[in-house]
Nanobody, 114 residues
């Protein structure tokens, strides 16, 4: 069973940047399309970035051009570089595979203050 640990969140001002990390235990991490998700208070969890095993990426319009997902399969690690942060990016951020989710980690809180 894969365990996921997210880190790197924090409090940042509008326009600032953060880099999130996701560490996965076990070898299955590197064989899956992975995603970064976020959940704001009172809202459903949403996918904000997706990366295939080969490194192809996809983003919703809400973060396109501001967020960059990457992965290091040799380290079972994934990253999310977030630039030009907005208050609406405030949420708990999680990582997981694209479908047939593993158990969710605790996430990492990102708070963007205006």
């Amino acid at each position: 069973q894969v365990q996921l640990v997210e880190s790197g969140g924090g409090l940042v001002q509008v326009g600032g940047s953060l880099r999130l990390s996701c560490a996965g235990s076990g070898s299955f991490f590197s064989f899956n399309t992975m995603g970064w998700y976020r959940q704001a208070p009172g809202k459903q969890r949403e996918l904000v970035a997706r990366i295939t095993v080969g490194g192809s990426t996809n983003y919703p319009d809400s973060v396109k051009g501001r967020f960059t997902i990457s992965r290091d399969n040799s380290k079972n690690t994934m990253y999310l570089q977030m630039n030009s942060l907005k208050p609406e990016d405030t949420a708990v951020y999680y990582c997981n595979r694209e479908k047939n989710y593993w158990p969710w980690g605790r996430g990492t809180q990102v708070t963007v203050s205006s």
